[in-house]
Each structure stands twice: as structure tokens, then as C-alpha cells.
């Protein structure tokens, strides 16, 4: 565990792969993750690789390439913004993408 990014808690619970805290590209991305996060804003995993959808890009959640960050609370101007900062900061090996209620990010 990285130690930089809540967990989510809940119900069903977040699930990771055994792999993905051994991976620098994932604490690459947490870490980006949180530099850019809206000023007072601790970014929350919400969805690691518990299997809920079956369509690409979903098939990199299986393999521990892919994480899920919350939005929740935020305006919609912030969220923008924060997508547009990670989606810069971490370039063209990582695939950024507002997804309904989260950010979808997966290592290409
Ligand atoms: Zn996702």
C-alpha cells in the first residue's frame, strides 16, 4: 500500500490485485494523483480489480493496471481540471478518463 491515497470503505470493499503495489508505474500514478488533487481535496481508490464490468478499458482492473479515484464532493470545474492535470503530469503511457462518478486511470 502506498500510504498517499485513502481507500475507500464500504460494503463491497475495494479489491487489488496482489501485483499492483509492486508496480512503479502504479505508485507513479497514485502520486500524481494526489500532487494534483484539488487543494484540500485527499484523493479515495473507489475501484481496484473487483470484476463489476467486463468492456475494455475494464480489462486492465483485472490485472492490477487500472485504478478508480472518487469525485465525490467536487465541483464540476474542479474535476475538469483535476483530469487535465493528471492526463499532462502523466503523460501518454497512462490512459485518463472521467467516468460518470470517478476517474478511470489505467497504465497502457
Ligand atoms: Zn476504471
Given at each position: 500500500?502506498?500510504g ?22 502504479m505508485?507513479r500514478?497514485?502520486l ?7 487543494e ?6 473507489t ?5 463489476r ?32 492535470q ?23
Amino acid at each position: 500500500m502506498t500510504g498517499t491515497v485513502q481507500i475507500k470503505r464500504g460494503t463491497r470493499g475495494v479489491v487489488f490485485h496482489p501485483e499492483t503495489w509492486y508496480r512503479s508505474e502504479m505508485h507513479r500514478l497514485n502520486l500524481v494523483v494526489k500532487e494534483t488533487a484539488p487543494e484540500g481535496y485527499d484523493p479515495v481508490i473507489t475501484s481496484g480489480c473487483e470484476g463489476r464490468h467486463s468492456d475494455d478499458p475494464w480489462s486492465k482492473h483485472y490485472t492490477g493496471w487500472a485504478l478508480d479515484y472518487g469525485i465525490h464532493g467536487l465541483t464540476e470545474e474542479d474535476i475538469i481540471n483535476w483530469v487535465d492535470q493528471i492526463k499532462v503530469a502523466l503523460g501518454d503511457k497512462y490512459y485518463v478518463l472521467l467516468e460518470g462518478n470517478h476517474i478511470h486511470t489505467h497504465v497502457v
